[in-house]
């Protein structure tokens, strides 16, 4: 009997050391939970990088579209409000960790940590992922991405879009009133149409997508943009020759009429001719 009872006592203060411990434990489970959580933030958001970074890629995964204003192409979106928003992505992912469910706070695991044993700061995995290395690498890694495949895509403008810019350029600048103001020859005019029909060709070869890395860039609108304005100059170039054509046959007409008014009427006998 006593070795029975010395073996429950034995017991009792077994469970009673480890019931301490149970809060410690809880607490040590909750520790693992925030590093669990934050590693698959982190790991996602390099997952992502590790997508952006892939060499071949038959479409690019954002969309930028191509635009001319005075200083020259321009993007739509802009590098910069791009990597905004990849940031505000990475800060949505690591906001969903406000509301994972913590085990420090689980009802039924909340009872065996009194209110003396909870630490007065539970760690934030949020915090935990903001301070992370590794984290802040990855951030400062997509932003350098996007940066130098905007790059990229500034030397495709660049060189696919030279031949385009003059439409626009000429456009802004043109004036046809001034200009049929001029003096005109059939060579002048010449030039200026083949001039224009070149830019009409060069318009129907224009790529309208072009990768450029992450970015697909989008140049369809451009073209649907400078197409109006090579077609619209052609129909005034047109229409000036037929103006400037018509003008010519009236003061040439009037000129024969009145060549014609000076030379003798005809005789309507045949003496009038001797």
Same mark, same amino acid.
């Given at each position: ?20 411990? #149970?809060?410690? %434990? ?25 997508? #952006? ?13 191509? &635009? ?25 992912? =690591?906001? #969903? ?37 590794? %984290? ?13 495949? %905007? ?9 696919? %879009? ?18 049929? &103001? ?13 001039? =224009? ?8 070869? +224009? ?15 451009? &073209? ?9 100059? +052609? ?34 006998? #045949?003496?009038?001719?001797?």
């Amino acid at each position: 009997l006593r070795s029975r009872d010395a073996a429950r006592r034995a017991s009792r203060r077994r469970a009673a050391r480890e019931r301490d411990l #149970l809060p410690d %434990f809880v607490r040590l489970a909750d520790y693992v939970e925030v590093e669990a959580l934050a590693a698959l933030v982190v790991e996602a958001w390099a997952g992502f990088l590790a997508e #952006l970074l892939r060499p071949r890629r038959a479409a690019g995964l954002l969309e930028t579209t191509v &635009r001319f204003a005075d200083e020259g192409a321009t993007f739509a979106p802009t590098r910069a409000q791009i990597q905004q928003t990849l940031a505000a992505t990475a800060d949505a992912l =690591v906001g #969903l960790l406000a509301g994972a469910p913590r085990l420090l706070r689980l009802r039924p695991l909340a009872r065996f940590v009194p209110l003396a044993r909870r630490p007065q700061h539970a760690p934030d995995p949020q915090l935990v992922v903001r301070a992370s290395a590794d %984290f802040r690498a990855t951030c400062a890694a997509v932003d350098a991405k996007v940066a130098s495949d %905007f790059a990229r895509a500034r030397e495709y403008a660049d060189a696919a %879009f030279a031949r385009v810019w003059p439409v626009y350029e000429h456009a802004r600048r043109w004036d046809f009133d001034a200009y049929k &103001r001029r003096a005109h020859t059939v060579a002048s005019l010449r030039r200026e149409l083949e001039r =224009v029909a070149a830019w009409e060709r060069e318009l129907e070869k +224009m790529r309208t997508r072009q990768t450029c890395g992450l970015l697909e860039v989008e140049s369809r609108r451009l &073209r649907q943009a400078l197409a109006p304005l090579a077609a619209e100059k +052609m129909a005034a170039l047109k229409d000036l020759v037929r103006d400037l054509a018509r003008a010519k046959c009236r003061d040439q007409r009037a000129k024969y009429r009145a060549a014609l008014a000076r030379v003798a009427p005809r005789p309507r006998h #045949l003496g009038g001719f001797a």
